[in-house]
C-alpha cells in the first residue's frame, strides 16, 4: 500500500489556569456559577446544617450499622440538606467499574480491566470512555460520586494495590487519569483523584510513613495530581493512610492547604479514607469531609466540629469553606440537576467497552519465531492452568467489581473480619478456554488444571501448541513478598516448558512478576486482570483477530535485587492484613529518598540497571517506523514526528518522547507520547506538547527552567531511543 500521510494532534496538557476565576466582568462560566451558588447556600445554612455535608457513614449493613431507606449499599452516604435542595452524597468504589461488595446489593456490575492494564492502552481518549461507562452504570444505581480517579505512582512492584492504578511516570499517569476523571463527570457523578498522597505501599499502611524531600515528592507523585486536576476538574480528592514525613496525609497542612489549596488552588473538596482521620484538627488542617465514620476512633465532623466552630473563629470559618467547597463541587459538576435514577443498564453495549480497553491493553512480551498469533493449523491445543475453564482474575479489596451472577469462582482467602468477603480471590464470568474453543473450532482443545505438574508436562506433550494461564492475585491492604508466582506455577511452566517448547505463557497479574522460564517459552502476553470480557479480548489477540498493542506502564524487574529497596519496608515485622492496622504506636518509615523523583525507569537509567522488560515496551504482529522529530521551543515547546506502518498487518503504535539530557546533564524524563492506529504502509504524524512542568526542576518555592539545550529522543520504549534532537529554552521560573 503506498504510505500517506495524516495529521494528529494530541494536545498533551491543559493550562494551569484552568480554574481561575474571570476577572474581566465577562459573563461567568460553569465553575464561577458553582462558586457563586455554593455561597449563596452555605449563607442561607443554619449551624446544625453546617454539619452534614462534612462527615457521613459506610453504607454498609456491618457492625451495626444502619442504612437509612432508599440509600444503595456502598461505600458511603453523606446527608443532604432538604430544606435547601442539597442532595446527599451516595458513594461508590472505584475506578475499575461499580464495585461488588460481596454481592450485598445483589446486583452486577461491568468490570473494566485493571488500572494497569488501562495504563498500558496509552489511551486518554479510552480512558474517557471507561471513565463515563462506569459512571453512566453507578448513576444507574443510585449513585453519585465515585471513588475513582487512583493514580498513586508503582514505586514497588510488590505493592498490593497496583492493579489500581495507572503506571510508574508522573505525566502518563496524570493524563490518563484525567481523562478518566473527565469521563466519569461528564456523566454528572462526582469523581476524587486518589489518594494523596505517596502511598506507595499497603503493608501497614495506616502508620507508614513515607519519608520524602519536597522537591523529589513535587517531581514525582505530586506532579501528577495536578496534571490530572487540570484536564479532569476532580470534585474531590481523596486522602491517603500512610503518613508524609511524619504527619498522617489526611492531617497534612503541607499537603492539604500549602500544596492543594494554595499552590494549586484547587477550589473542591478534600475527604478522607476510610478510617484515616484521627483527631478534629485534621479540619484546620485541611480536610473537608470525614469518610467512613465508623472506622475512624470518633465522630470528629459531626458534634465536635460544630462545638469548636461555636467558641473559635478559625474553626467557623473552616466550617464555612468545608461546605462550600463541597457545594461547588455538586454544582460544578451537575449533581444537584441530574439526580441519578435507578434505570436498566445496557451491560451488552458496556461490555463492548471493556473488551476494547481489554484487547489494547495486552501486551506482547515475547513473541519467538512468529508464534503468535496461533495457526489455524493446529489440531491440537492444551489449555493449562489459571482456572482458565471458568473466568479471569480480578484484584482484591474495595474495587473488586463482578458481574451480573457474581464471580464465576470465589476462593476465600480468610474468615475473620468484617471484610473478609472483600478478601477473596474472585474471577469474572470470561472464559478463555470457552473463547478459544469457539475461535479454533476445528482444533481438540483439551485442558488440565495445572495441579499437578506432572499431568499438565504429560498434556503438553501431546499437543501442537500450549498455552498456561499463570496468575498473581493481589489485593488492597498487604504487599506480595517477592515477585515469584505464588501455588508453584513458576515451577508448572518449567515442566510444561521442557516437555514442549512451542508454548505460550498469558500472565493475569497486578502487577510485575519475574519469570525465570522465559527463555524457554515460544510467546508471553501480559494480559494483566482483564476484566468483563477478558477470555474473549485474550483469545482474539491470541489468534491475531486483534494486534497486540499494549505497552508497559511499569517496568518489570528481573528480580528484587534491582529495586531501591530489595526488602520490602515492614515485611519481617508487620502482620499483612487488609486494615493495616498495627500495635499501638507502632511506626515503620519507608525512605523514598533512595530513588527520589527517579521512580521506576528513571531509577534503572540512573543506575544503568537492566530490567526483564522496560517501561513503554511492547511487541506487535506488524512493525513500525519512528522518525523525523521536530522541536520548537518557547513556554510550551512542541514536539512533531512521524510513525509508519512498515509491516503487513494494521496495527497500532505508541510514540514515546523522552528528554535524555538537560543543561545540568543526562536524565531521563517521559515528556510526551501519542498512540496512533496505522493500516499497512500507513504513515501519520503526531504533535504534542511538552508540559513545562516535566523538563523543570523545583527549587523549593516555585518550578525553575535553567537556559540552555535540551535533548530530546524518540523510542519505542525507555530503552528504545532514536536518534536525539536538541532545542533550546529560555531560563524561566514559575509556581
Known amino acids: 500500500m503506498k504510505a500517506h500521510k495524516a495529521l494528529l494532534l494530541l494536545t498533551m496538557t491543559l493550562p494551569a489556569t484552568a480554574f481561575a476565576q474571570s476577572e474581566s466582568g465577562a459573563k461567568a462560566g460553569p465553575a464561577e456559577e458553582a462558586d457563586a451558588r455554593a455561597r449563596v447556600i452555605e449563607a442561607r445554612m443554619t449551624d446544625e446544617e453546617r454539619t452534614h455535608l462534612t462527615h457521613g457513614i459506610m453504607a454498609l449493613p456491618l457492625d451495626g450499622t444502619n442504612v437509612p431507606a432508599g440509600v444503595p449499599f456502598g461505600a458511603g452516604y453523606i446527608e443532604g440538606i432538604e430544606r435547601l435542595n442539597v442532595p446527599a452524597l451516595t458513594e461508590t468504589d472505584a475506578s475499575l467499574g461499580v464495585a461488588y461488595i460481596g454481592g450485598l446489593r445483589r446486583d452486577g456490575a461491568t468490570a473494566l480491566p485493571s488500572g494497569l492494564a488501562m495504563g498500558a492502552t496509552w489511551s486518554p481518549e479510552l480512558m474517557h470512555r471507561g471513565g463515563a461507562m462506569i459512571a453512566g452504570e453507578a448513576h444507574a444505581k443510585g449513585f453519585n460520586t465515585l471513588l475513582a480517579g487512583g493514580i498513586n505512582l508503582v514505586r514497588d512492584p510488590r505493592n498490593g494495590r497496583n492493579f489500581e492504578y495507572l503506571g510508574e511516570d508522573p505525566l502518563h499517569s496524570g493524563l490518563l487519569g484525567g481523562a478518566a476523571i473527565a469521563g466519569v463527570q461528564s456523566r454528572n457523578v462526582i469523581s476524587t483523584i486518589k489518594h494523596f498522597a505517596i502511598n506507595a505501599t499497603e503493608t501497614g499502611r495506616h502508620f507508614s510513613d513515607s519519608q520524602i524531600s519536597d522537591a523529589a515528592l513535587r517531581m514525582s507523585d505530586l506532579l501528577a495530581f495536578p496534571i490530572a486536576i487540570e484536564q479532569g476538574k476532580p470534585g474531590a480528592v481523596m486522602c491517603a493512610y500512610n503518613k508524609v514525613n511524619g504527619t498522617q496525609a489526611c492531617g497534612s497542612d503541607y499537603l492539604l492547604n500549602r500544596v492543594l489549596k494554595q499552590d494549586w488552588k484547587y477550589p473542591g473538596f478534600v475527604m478522607s479514607d476510610w478510617g484515616a482521620v484521627h483527631d478534629l484538627d485534621f479540619a484546620l488542617k485541611g480536610l473537608d469531609q470525614q469518610s467512613g465514620e465508623q472506622l475512624d476512633p470518633k465522630i470528629f465532623f459531626g458534634d465536635r466540629l460544630l462545638a469548636a466552630a461555636k467558641g473559635n473563629g478559625n474553626y467557623r470559618a473552616r466550617l464555612s469553606d468545608m461546605n462550600r467547597r463541597i457545594l461547588r463541587s455538586m454544582f460544578a459538576v451537575g449533581v444537584d440537576t441530574n439526580p441519578p435514577k435507578v434505570t436498566p443498564i445496557d451491560f451488552a453495549a458496556n461490555a463492548k467497552v471493556a473488551q476494547e480497553v481489554a484487547e489494547k491493553s495486552i501486551v506482547l512480551l515475547r513473541n519467538k519465531d512468529d508464534a503468535l498469533p496461533l495457526a489455524a493449523t493446529a489440531r491440537r491445543i492444551a489449555v493449562i492452568g489459571g482456572y482458565a475453564d471458568s473466568g479471569v482474575l480480578s484484584g482484591g479489596g474495595s474495587s473488586q467489581t463482578q458481574g451480573e451472577g457474581g464471580p464465576a469462582i470465589s476462593l476465600p482467602l480468610t474468615a475473620e473480619g468484617m471484610f473478609a468477603s472483600l478478601m477473596a480471590e474472585n474471577y469474572q464470568r470470561s472464559s478463555p478456554l470457552a473463547a478459544i474453543r469457539a475461535r479454533a473450532p476445528q482444533a481438540e482443545v483439551i485442558y488440565r488444571n495445572g495441579r499437578y505438574a506432572s499431568e499438565a508436562a504429560l498434556a503438553a506433550k501431546n499437543a501442537d501448541v500450549v498455552i498456561v494461564f499463570a496468575t498473581q492475585w493481589t489485593s488492597e491492604g498487604f504487599d506480595q ?255
Do not use: C
Open 481 to 735: 513478598p517477592d515477585l515469584s508466582l505464588p501455588q508453584g506455577q513458576d515451577a508448572l511452566i518449567e515442566a510444561v516448558t521442557a516437555a514442549n517448547p512451542n508454548t505460550i505463557v498469558v500472565l493475569e497479574s497486578g502487577s510485575p512478576v519475574a519469570m525465570p522460564w522465559l527463555d524457554r517459552t515460544a510467546a508471553v502476553i501480559e494480559a494483566w486482570y482483564p476484566g468483563a470480557r477478558g477470555g474473549e479480548a485474550i483469545a482474539r489477540v491470541l489468534f491475531g483477530d486483534v494486534n497486540p498493542s499494549g505497552r508497559l506502564p511499569v517496568t518489570f524487574p528481573t528480580s528484587v535485587d534491582q529495586l531501591p529497596r530489595p526488602e520490602l519496608p515492614g515485611a519481617a515485622t508487620v502482620e499483612p492484613n487488609f486494615a493495616g492496622a498495627g500495635k499501638p504506636g507502632q511506626t515503620l518509615k519507608v525512605d523514598y529518598d533512595i530513588e527520589g523523583a527517579d521512580v521506576g525507569y528513571r531509577w534503572f537509567a540512573r543506575t544503568k540497571k537492566i530490567p526483564l522488560f522496560p517501561f513503554g515496551f511492547g511487541l506487535s504482529y506488524t512493525s513500525f517506523k519512528r522518525d523525523g522529530l521536530k522541536l520548537t521551543g518557547g513556554n510550551a515547546p512542541v514536539a512533531r514526528f512521524n510513525i509508519t506502518n512498515t509491516g503487513k498487518r494494521a496495527g497500532a503504535d505508541v510514540g514515546q518522547l523522552y528528554l535524555v539530557a538537560t543543561p545540568n546533564g543526562a536524565t531521563q524524563r517521559l515528556a510526551g507520547f501519542a498512540r496512533v492506529e496505522l493500516q499497512p504502509g500507513e504513515s501519520k504524524i503526531a504533535e504534542v506538547t511538552i508540559d513545562p512542568r516535566v523538563l523543570a526542576e523545583w527549587s523549593g518555592n516555585g518550578w525553575h527552567l535553567v537556559g540552555g539545550l535540551y535533548r530530546f529522543a524518540l523510542g519505542a520504549s525507555a530503552t528504545d531511543l532514536g536518534n536525539e534532537v536538541s532545542v533550546k529554552l529560555s531560563e524561566r521560573r514559575w509556581k
